[in-house]
């Protein structure tokens, strides 16, 4: 703690104990499976549009869905939403980790992190970061996520508020890890604890934790119309339907089947949004989504103003450098491989 005390980042939702639950829970969140430093921006952002619990409860899904873009993992956007309807439902914050658990997109670990950091709870929240220093500094040949080493990890964090009651000293355990412990290779001489650590006695830290298991990758192929006007804006159509990225606002987009000519896709999709123009290949674009490698071929036109009925619903032109609607990072992908390009009626060009 005293290492913490006077190295600690300054991040912003790092306010004195007892903290605001709302602030705790929309790190949190944002904090899942995102670098600190993509975060923070994001926060601040998030926070000045929806300042309190109340005001993001009222809001649409898709404002909610547009303030996360460029974070990824959109799910988080939408359980957020979720959990703040139905707190302010409720009337009031559910003050303990169990009672937590009960609301939409809390988990373990978020339950905990607001009860602790928020309320005063005793149940430790215990994240990679933690698991991670707890392997490491008792050598647990464990592998990440799994059920042993986070029973180690909330003993051993427990263990640690026993002899200091307070959750500073589980934001230190974690600030060791995300900072000093880290996955590969950890800076050991600068840690605040290495003379009790085990792993670093037995001459190889990095070895602790054992890898997590990994999830077998699925390959995808899909197709894209990137329909380009001559101010610049693109045809973009809401995701309403499908396993990834519903909600979001996109070029049309269509999943190809084994043995389908993406040309032919791509005239299907033209014929759906109102466009009679030759359509150009252009480069395949690589995006992953989790456990997911999609190659996105594009097929790009340019049009009129007036040549596209974007009165449909679901249907708005956008600027692609600053889209006012919720999107992907695959927008800013696509828009590198189409924007802009005159390119001429081609063949696939899918290799």
Partial sequence: MRWFRTGRRDLPWRTPFPRDPYA????????????????????????ERFPSLEALAAASVEDVLHAFSGLGYYRRARLLHESARAIVALG???????????????????????????????????????????????????????VALLRAGREFAASLYAE??????????????????????????????????AAFAAGDPAAFPLPRPQRSREAHRWVALWVERDDGRVLLRRVDDG???????????????????????????????????PLSATDVVRHSITHRDIRVVPFAATVGANRVAEAQPGWSWQDPGAPTLPTSSLLAKLARACG??????TKNREA
């Fill in 24 to 47: 705790v829970l929309v790190s949190e969140v944002m904090l899942q499976q995102t670098q600190v430093d993509r975060v923070i921006e994001a926060y601040l952002s998030f926070m």
């Fill in 92 to 146: 009031s914050w559910p003050k303990d980790a169990g009672e937590l658990a009960r609301l939409p997109g809390f988990g373990p670990y978020t339950s905990a992190a607001v009860a602790a950091f928020s309320f005063g709870g005793s149940d430790p929240p215990v994240d990679g970061n933690v698991a991670r220093v707890t392997a490491r500094l008792r050598a647990l040949p464990l592998p990440m996520g799994s």
């Fill in 164 to 197: 200091s009651p307070t959750p500073e000293v589980w934001e230190a355990l974690m600030e060791l890890g995300a900072t000093v412990c880290a996955p590969a290779s950890p800076r050991c001489r600068a840690c605040p604890v290495r003379a009790s650590c």
């Fill in 243 to 277: 396993p990834l990225l519903v909600g979001l606002w996109l070029p049309p987009l269509a999943a190809l089947s084994d043995g389908i000519d993406p040309s032919v896709a791509a005239e299907i999709l033209a014929r759906e949004a109102g466009v009679d123009v």
């Fill in 340 to 345: 802009g390009r005159q390119a001429q009626p």
